[in-house]
């Protein structure tokens, strides 16, 4: 499973179906992408952050990432077709509930490692929200 190359997230935004048993490897993709885009959500990437990023995806994924991996998702061409929201938001369709809440509690977890959350980091958060299409109930597990 290459998580990093983001194939799942290409073939649901371009419009094509996933397979039931793909739905847990979507869920990889996602919670990486999300948080590689929080590490530079405001445009500073700090080594605690990348820190907090190998922990959760390690405990999440049982897989280990390197910092350049993290660094680098952040600027694949995938972006250059849509903003990560975009991708998201079709991926949520497809994420379970509890996936969903993951995604956006460990992106919660990536923003307060630094001991604060920021204007840039808020917004983040903000859309990354929106994109899943949480209800307020089903944040209250936040």
């Given at each position: 499973?290459?998580?990093t190359?983001?194939?799942?997230?290409?073939?649901?935004?371009?419009?094509?179906?996933l397979?039931d048993?793909?739905q847990l490897?979507l869920?990889?993709?996602?919670?990486?992408?999300v948080?590689?885009g929080?590490?530079?959500?405001?445009?500073?990437i700090?080594k605690?952050?990348?820190?907090r990023?190998r922990?959760?995806?390690?405990?999440?994924?049982?897989?280990?990432?390197?910092?350049e991996?993290?660094?680098l998702?952040?600027?694949v061409?995938?972006?250059e077709?849509a903003?990560?929201?975009?991708y998201?938001?079709?991926?949520?369709?497809i994420l379970?509930v509890?996936?969903?809440?993951?995604?956006?509690?460990?992106?919660?977890?990536?923003?307060?490692?630094d001991g604060?959350?920021?204007?840039?980091?808020?917004?983040?958060?903000?859309?990354?929200v929106?994109a899943?299409?949480?209800?307020?109930?089903?944040?209250?597990?936040?």
């Open positions: 499973m290459n998580v190359g983001f194939r799942l997230m290409k073939l649901i935004f371009g419009g094509g179906k397979l048993e793909k490897e869920y990889s993709e996602t919670l990486f992408m948080l590689s929080a590490a530079r959500a405001d445009l500073n700090e605690v952050e990348v820190a990023i922990d959760i995806l390690k405990n999440k994924l049982d897989r280990d990432f390197t910092e991996e993290i660094q998702a952040s600027e061409d995938l972006f077709t903003p990560i929201q975009k998201v938001a079709k991926a949520s369709h379970s509890e996936q969903r809440q993951n995604v956006l509690q460990a992106t919660l977890e990536v923003f307060m490692s604060h959350m920021g204007l840039l980091e808020r917004d983040y958060f903000d859309s990354i929106s899943l299409d949480l209800k307020p109930s089903e944040m209250v597990r936040l």
